[in-house]
């Protein structure tokens, strides 16, 4: 080993427990990592049937539905890959609701994969107007379009389109589409309720409100979905939601071999969130966004920093985008990695050079949210950034009560 | 607490390190678990892609080829489906060759997804006859076969493929059909060389000879493969091959967001593979195998134990199917696991009550193997089973030299 | 990484799980290290408390006393320090009673710290004669001698003595001596009853049968003990028993910082000994040292392996010495490390090169015992040794019933 | 599972990855963690010896010292042991510089193991006066004191005492006692050289600053110290220099079994502190302790908050000790743990109620520092403290640069 007195380096305040505020993968709960670290069982029976049992017995209620769920290996594009294999088939007709990327890139596969798709996107910082799918759906007298496809939070934007509203909108069209929906960046993090809200597939995945390491992707499919299963010429074997429920061995609802480190991790944060409750988790995360926005506020400046959403109530709970004026964000993040050990999110797309996102979803909490934050107005002030006031110190304002 | 002296219990010897000698998930390193257990990274940068890239440099001499590979977060029905949906057809005629389950499975897959299916099954207990291949590909004149799907070693009845006389009895027949090997059972065990042998596509996964946790797919795509994955109208975005090599983010290799902690894993079982080489793994498992067999064969007795595979040359060394004849072999898995510390694999199909497997892949070696055959023969006992000599005994006798 | 198809390496049957046969520290179940594997807690309150309120509580039971444990960090002869320094005062005369080599050590420890020592010796081969100490301890008729000291196994040899008839023999001659056991070897392995044998002080420490990690001694102090703890004069601050159990925060019993992650093992180590039932582990013990010893049996030939502890009665369940004769037990232990996977106890003293030992204490198990003595007889034959037969068949033979 | 749909609950903002801001056992590294969790090794050959050899190696310079270091098994208290029984004899007269809790304690012990103590103590808020110290010694012209032991850094009142200024009054006195150093809650976290500055025995301990659980010690004796062991009459053989010195087997340097699980973590952590450099960390310590300070003084009210050290010069960079005036400490701590996810230190002694401590030592950054601080001013505003201004927004600004 060389000797550490006569060596000198560069000083820097990063040497510490590194938060990784990035939006997905999310920071892991010690107790899920702990779990994932054991030996392989027997996959055939014994333990791991118990805790594949009540992790999909769990599932469900995480969604706000009493349908089955669904467990591919895989990311979130598994996820949406499943659900448009298992529903559609060549030719159909596809509505994409975008407000930001992540409803397009699903459109993308569905055109890929051989549907014809047709994008509404909303304006820059804003949700999708329910009022504006009413309009298109009214215009589609012959049915034409099989599915909706939005997300209930855009990773990229940080905007939560609302969901109910959008329901309400397919309803007084009076149109049959499915309504399909993405809450990969908001499931365990903000209120959703499936079945009270209309949606017919849920998709979601592990690594972000759900706490586990990426490679599970989660499927919720309601009764009309797996009505329209019946007749969806996409459906292939491995991702068959037939084949996944079949009577025989467990393992059909894997297509094969179980990811069993993976799923002793999700049980285990399917655990932590009973201990918690949803209602209790959606509440801390709705604080704990508003602290982060109300540093936002407090930093913002002609020139400087914003909320890339526009709406307050279209604000994501998961994640934040920020605008960064003249502040080039790429050295701020830069500071904040190698200098205070933070890493924040990039910015996605056309601003990456003027953005950049907080992710504050999953296992976090206030010291998180007010370190990360505080690493910001640190690294804004190397910078000589405009700025308005103390951010952290109104984050930390917010939090009271 | 209870008190530990007061409370009496059926006795048993199987309070220790537990093994779990089905051949797959086999028993995994703990330096491997160890490197899965770690926080999230970034994912766009730093660490993480080292990883991603030192594992992408490294599969290629895997499986003896200098075609890449593609890594799909799934398990090995995934890495079945990427092969199939990138380089066939709806309508596309598929020649199954068949040892005992899992080509038959593969096959069933294909034909769901939309090929015409036909298979050729070995006698049970033997190994596919190259001269069978032969001359039914002589007999499509017309090509209208587009490929031939086979495994290495068939994990059902561990009997093992002769893949290099197949690809010669295709060359025979000068038939032009894709050649696709599933090597799940044997990657990382037995001798494979997929460009010396001619394979055209070959599908494996992490969690047998790889010694990583189940949740990635392993498939290297050869010249052929992807000029027919050109005009292949199964592709979908999630398995495409084009779209894990374009241009852009790493993360593109995924299709969405890697799976982060299989990855830990698997570089770090890969840096194993290198540190022994593997024409010393195909050793071990050959010595290993070897001291496997010599202890049926030693048991071997009228109505007692028997290898299902006939012919020595055909025989996995990765895993072995054991007949028992007479004897109960849920009874004998059943002792083992609850009294001695030894799981079996289960004899798969119409034998179950009449035949057992062993797993010896990936991380295996002398102690494990002889402790799983001094388990058997314990159990053997316990039951009075007819046996002829000592397993055991002939199984460290057949590992001296 | 380097290509694994085109490097050479000697071959070997080693790379695997590893078993470390040593007499010490064992293997370690994975539940332990799994428990150890967590951030550090608030130690002045919360979840730390129960820990060690319950380790605290299990720990008499585990020694067969109603008398209560401490804990000092430390290894074993840190468990020795504390036993002497708490009962005896400089110039005390003590009695030792060895059969090997460690109660030897335990008494140039007490001779260092001020104490006479007068050591009683068995035969190379044998376990302590009571009638020799009864003898001593008559003629000690101004009961100058204030201690015996003795071990209940001795790790070198793998002698177990008769405490319960040293006991008897202490009692026979009317001496008033304190009787402190070493049980470091035993414990948890091997039936010992503190009360009901008489004993004062027993030491053991966590690394052996208890399954834990080094780091923790264990002393169990008895009334009498309590009651020479009052005029002790080698008493000092960090080993004291009275400061140690003074009111106030629970840390006195660490006197200072507790050895947290060491304590989560200990336990998680005391729940598996409680579901497992004390009883039932000494059973198992005594089974798989019986395997052992059947198979050294088996081996043994004119100038070949034998037993060192001469009579049946007197031999170890937690660990067994052999005597290799003309073998060279450094090349035995060499080709079992290096080529086989298995790391056997070096033997101690003036035998090193024709004697080893095997550890069967704690966690342990019918695999993990028949594959170390698997991995032995494959060496033997290596090494073309004169053997008797196949032990590891005698040992499966054994474990029947 | 319960359903986490229906239940309700308090809500909280705790839920994330907790923070003990404890003075110890502090935050500890991932990777000392991970290196802990292995499966024990022989312990007589291989990699273990060379773990031992490269820290025992790499100790000295820590301390800034040529000198050798002891490793004993225990926790800070057996560091004073082991730095008393080496050194001194019972009678001896021992002068006690205390500042707070911690030097008190110390001479608590050596007063129990014999000597006779003498203590100097500084007043509330203020460190050692080199001054007394001088006139003390020159009072002491038979040189009857033997040792002068003091702290470098006290975990109560988070008071540096100045080191060198009191070797120059031991000098300037012409006094030969042996100077002891306790710096187990600054070696790691502050400047410190042993060499340089004339210190004879430094006692460290392995669960602060240097970043690995608790149940080390560390002892660095100089040569004045080794040639004053020879004549010591407290020594014992368990914390015995010269036995922990002798030709023989490595373990000899444990005195028994070494702490195998403790020491990779150790030897991990050595790596961590090699690759940041000793200054580096000296520097992030004294920064990162500007900002908690500027926190406080934002913070400091009448009535209100205040740092219990009264010299900016004598305060601690690794832990700070604040008093709360008529804020009750109980409930602020009470509010962070439960509410916010961070633990405070409790104060310490008569305070109990109006003080509490936060730990910044070791694994230590600037997220995590402001996540405290920020966790805190949330606690105040819910308590309605008469406060200042924004302590985390002081601490952000002072961090700049």
Chains 1, 2, 3, 4 share one sequence.
């Not at 992540?102 to 994008?119: L, P």
Request: proline fraction near 6%.
């Amino acid at each position: 080993m060389t000797d550490p007195q006569l060596t000198s380096q560069l000083s820097h305040l990063a040497a510490g427990p590194e938060i990784v505020a990035i939006p997905g993968p999310s920071v892991m709960p010690e107790r899920v990592l702990g779990a994932m670290h054991r030996s392989m069982p027997d996959i055939y029976s014994g333990m791991i049937t118990t805790v594949i049992d009540e992790t999909f017995d769990a599932l469900p209620a995480i969604a706000g539905t009493t349908s089955r769920a669904f467990v591919p290996i895989g990311n979130g594009h598994a996820g949406w890959e499943m659900a448009l294999s298992n529903t559609l088939s060549r030719g159909d007709h596809v509505l994409v609701l975008d407000c930001g990327r992540f409803a397009q890139i699903w459109g993308e596969m569905a055109e890929f994969n051989g549907c014809r798709v047709e994008t509404i996107t909303a304006p820059v910082g804003y949700a999708i107007d329910p009022a504006v799918v009413e309009e298109r759906l009214r215009a589609d007298t012959g049915h034409e379009i099989q599915a909706v496809l939005t997300v209930h939070v855009d990773t990229a934007t940080s905007i939560r389109n609302d969901i109910p509203a959008i329901r309400a909108a397919i309803d007084a069209a009076g149109h049959p589409a499915l309504f399909m929906v993405d809450c990969i960046a908001s499931m365990g993090c903000e209120e959703y309720r499936m079945d009270d809200w209309g949606v017919d597939v849920t998709v979601a995945a592990s690594q972000k409100g759900m706490m586990t390491p990426p490679g599970l992707a989660l499927v919720w499919a309601g009764p009309r979905a797996l009505a329209a299963h019946q007749g969806a010429d996409l459906r292939t074997r491995y991702w068959d939601w037939t084949y996944r429920t079949e009577d025989g061995p467990y393992y059909l609802r894997f297509c094969g071999t179980p990811p069993v480190s993976l799923l002793f991790g999700l049980h285990e944060a399917l655990q932590m969130i009973a201990e918690e409750t949803l209602p209790a988790r959606w509440e801390r995360h709705t604080r704990l966004a508003g602290a982060v926005r109300a540093a936002v506020e407090a930093w913002a400046a002609p020139e400087g920093l914003s909320l890339l959403a526009m709406q307050p109530s279209q604000r994501s709970h998961s994640v934040t985008s920020i605008r960064t004026g003249s502040v080039d964000s790429i050295e701020l993040s830069r500071i904040c990695r190698e200098r205070l050990g933070v890493t924040l999110g990039v910015g996605i797309g056309d601003h990456a050079d003027s953005s950049f996102r907080i992710g504050h979803m999953g296992h976090v909490n206030a010291p998180m949210v007010l370190g990360v934050l505080g690493a910001v107005e640190v690294a804004l002030a190397e910078l000589d950034a405009p700025v308005g006031g103390s951010g952290v110190a109104a984050a930390a304002a917010a939090l009271d009560g």
